[in-house]
């Protein structure tokens, strides 16, 4: 495969445990990158740039922090990853053994090659014709008309603190049992 020079603007890399949806628990190397096209009032993320990176830096990055046997879980967060991603840098995060994650908010399209794809919409129209969990931010109105906004295998509604608190979604999620809890556990946890 052919490497380019290519730089990404990088907020931080490091490692922690999967702190929401599907994969909570599981221990993964987040590489958080810089940038957003959205500016959510209730978003609490440094997105500067605090490290401009060629893939192989990233890669290099990743493995330093969790170069451990089997398969490891790689999250591309941010900000908005969507924004810098491109083939050449999944390409060599599946080189270097990782199964891939991405936290989107489906406004921008993907490259290929991704594992796992957590759309969290903020603004409609979507880009992606699908993803493996939708996670819905909920502030304390009905959410049922985002339930099929993609076409996605599980939907997660999450508590959006401060405008709802964690029992009141699960109040909602006893009344529409379609949806699935996603706490933010890394935030209760006290971690990254």
């Not at 990088?10 to 490692?15: A, G, L, N, V």
């Not at 599981?26 to 940038?35: C, E, K, N």
């Not at 049992?177 to 933010?184: A, F, V």
Request: aromatic content about 10%; overall charge negative.
């Amino acid at each position: 495969m052919k490497h380019t020079d290519k730089t990404y603007q990088i907020s931080e890399i490091f490692y922690s445990l999967q702190g929401e949806g599907y994969h909570t628990g599981i221990p993964a190397v987040f590489v958080r990158f810089a940038g957003c096209n959205m500016r959510c009032s209730f978003c609490d993320t440094d997105f500067s740039v605090k490290m401009t990176l060629t893939a192989k830096e990233i890669a290099e990055h990743c493995l330093s922090l969790y170069n451990k046997g089997e398969q490891r879980m790689l999250i591309l967060t941010g900000g908005e990853p969507a924004l810098q991603i491109d083939t050449p840098l999944i390409d060599l995060l599946h080189q270097a053994g990782y199964y891939i994650c991405i936290e989107t908010n489906g406004l921008l399209p993907l490259p290929e090659g991704i594992d796992w794809i957590t759309c969290s919409p903020k603004q409609l129209p979507l880009t992606l014709a699908r993803a493996d969990e939708l996670k819905v931010l909920y502030k304390g109105e009905s959410v049922e008309e985002q339930y099929d906004l993609i076409p996605a295998t599980y939907h997660y509604l999450q508590p959006c603190i401060p405008y709802t608190t964690n029992r009141q979604a699960a109040d909602y999620i006893l009344t529409h049992p379609h949806w699935r809890l996603s706490l933010q556990t890394h935030k209760i946890l006290n971690i990254r």
